[in-house]
């Protein structure tokens, strides 16, 4: 059998970044040469496998037990964040990680340190793999992608290992917010499935932000500098003001747990026009809208201050998925009984981001989401061992051992 890690080095070289600002599905063409690559590989390994024009891999593995059992889905996203580079990732094997800090990029000075990362000294002794500090790495989530595709050639070249129907799928677009736009849970035809999409090894997620994106245009007024008085409107001013009235204790880097957060993510702009970005989460649902309502109040206030020059684009993204998943909770159980099968300490904890189960089980496919094993996601500080990915792999077979019984 080929090497997890082998897999994962090849994925990651496919450059798969989607973009917010596309309109297309995929958002990208490039997301293409590693779906293609995916469902090539499965069909050579005689799976059942299909590229549909919305950028979705479906395949599927019949069963090879006489009794009826749950068929179960597992699912990765191809694509990697728009907010680091993902174009000619060069990864650093890091064998037998002795511990301490991990230069990453000699020219740049940039480490890995273990007093800002100290989990790393979780990892002593294992293989770790860092970017150059020139792009991200690509982890989220290849490392997921990597753990299905060992999971699918283990059980075809073992055909004593007993299972009922898997479901594969591998999806566009996961890291905007669109993984799942038009995926057809009816043709997947899993009756649960499982996103192999977290973090540090043991991590199990049922529950995650509910989550919007907001886009602020401010129209300003530019005149000379020097004839200005009571005729200049700076779009940059006002768009700082703006910022200034969202509550400073909830930014990503004040916020934990199940706090929520408004996240400004791009601010482009001169006196004419300005252009904000934002993201914004919380767990609670009320909280959620009413952080929705605050954003839209500071927008009106403004408006009435300077004369409607401040325009705002809320879009829906997802919900928590914990209402659509509590009733199924066996599902939850046996990801767990999986863990500790394979010597994994099971950390049952809410996502601070969010899946594409997180809409598919509001499209009647419960879906909780599984370790893939990376840590530093979206940045060149990006790393993941490669005992946590082969303890992924592990988890999803015993998942699937544990249904086939």
Known sequence: MEKLLDKFLRYVSVETTSDPDSESQPSTERQYNLLRMLRDELQQLGITAQ???????????PSNIDKKVPAIGFIAHVDTSPDASGADIKPQIISDYGGGDILLNPDKDIYLKVSEFP???????????????????????????????YMAQYVMEHPDFKHGDIKIAFTPDEEIGRGVAKFDVRKFGADYAYTIDGGAIGELEYENFNAASAKVHVQGSNIHPGYAKNKMLNSMIVAMELNAMLPVEQRPEFTSDYEGFFHITSFKGCVEETELNYIIRDHDRQKFEDKKELLTAAVTFLNKKYGDVVTLELKHQYYNMRQEVEPHYFIVEKAVKAMEMAGVKPKVQPIR??????????????????????????????????????KAAEVILNIISLFAD
């Open 353 to 390: 981001g969010g899946t594409d189960g997180a809409n598919l089980s509001f499209m009647g496919l419960p879906c909780p989401n599984i370790f893939a094993g990376g840590h530093n996601f979206h940045g060149k500080l990006e790393y993941v061992p490669v005992e946590s990915m082969d």
């Open 119 to 149: 989990e790393l000294n979780d990892y002593v002794g294992k293989t770790i793999i860092t970017t150059d500090g020139n792009t991200l790495l690509g982890a989220d989530d290849k490392a997921g992608i990597a753990a299905i595709m």
């Open 51 to 61: 590229l549909d024009e919305y950028g979705y891999v479906m395949a599927s593995v």
